[in-house]
């Protein structure tokens, strides 16, 4: 083991969130080798409860109108409700799969979901690709859920929106916590 940082441990603190992205991302073929990277996180029983769904083109505008339904608005506020998908021109739909386990509770099928997003957004940032995880009340939406198709036993966590970096974003940086207060011991 070295005695320093390695870089992966620098690639990571590196990484930041992109509220705004350019219109260029990746395609379905760069996005797969990311996809089954993320897969290997830690799985309990092997289940697999995770699913993502590209959102591009008129999917984004289909949710954004699932937003506005939900919302019951109408006039500039359902417009511009409407047009949040629009922010990047790829969305990846993080979806949990919960199967039925007597070995592992729901809860925990929803934190390999939550994994397998985060460290696809890492290997996107690390691929050179702004990405943000967008969540919020609209996940547990009706009409949000109908768009997407999911099922009774799938839950929707967010999305990545996944663009180019903005060129005035390149300089910024996400300020490093002091790990002191997040980790203790046990004596």
Do not use: C
């Not at 992205?21 to 995770?50: C, F, K, N, Q």
């Not at 608005?73 to 990846?92: I, N, V």
């Not at 997003?117 to 939406?141: E, F, K």
């Amino acid at each position: 083991m070295s005695a320093g940082p390695s870089d992966l441990v620098e690639r990571v603190a590196a990484r930041r969130s992109y509220s705004r992205v350019t219109p260029i991302a990746p395609s379905h073929e760069e996005l797969l080798p990311l996809v089954a990277a993320a897969g290997r996180v830690a799985d309990h029983s092997a289940l697999h409860p995770w699913r993502l769904i590209e959102l591009r083109g008129d999917a984004r505008v289909r949710l954004g109108n699932a937003f506005v339904e939900d919302a019951r608005l109408t006039g500039e506020a359902a417009e511009k409700l409407a047009s949040k998908p629009l922010r990047s021109s790829l969305l990846l739909a993080i979806v949990s799969v919960r199967t039925k386990s007597e070995k592992v509770p729901g809860w925990e099928q929803d934190a390999v979901a939550s994994g397998v997003a985060h460290v696809l957004s890492l290997l996107l940032h690390d691929a050179g690709w702004g990405v943000i995880w967008r969540t919020g009340n609209h996940t547990r939406s009706k009409a949000v859920h109908r768009m997407h198709g999911l099922a009774k036993n799938e839950r929707l966590l967010g999305w990545l929106y996944v663009g180019g970096v903005p060129e005035e974003s390149k300089e910024g940086h996400r300020k490093s916590i002091d790990p002191e207060p997040f980790l203790s011991v046990l004596d």
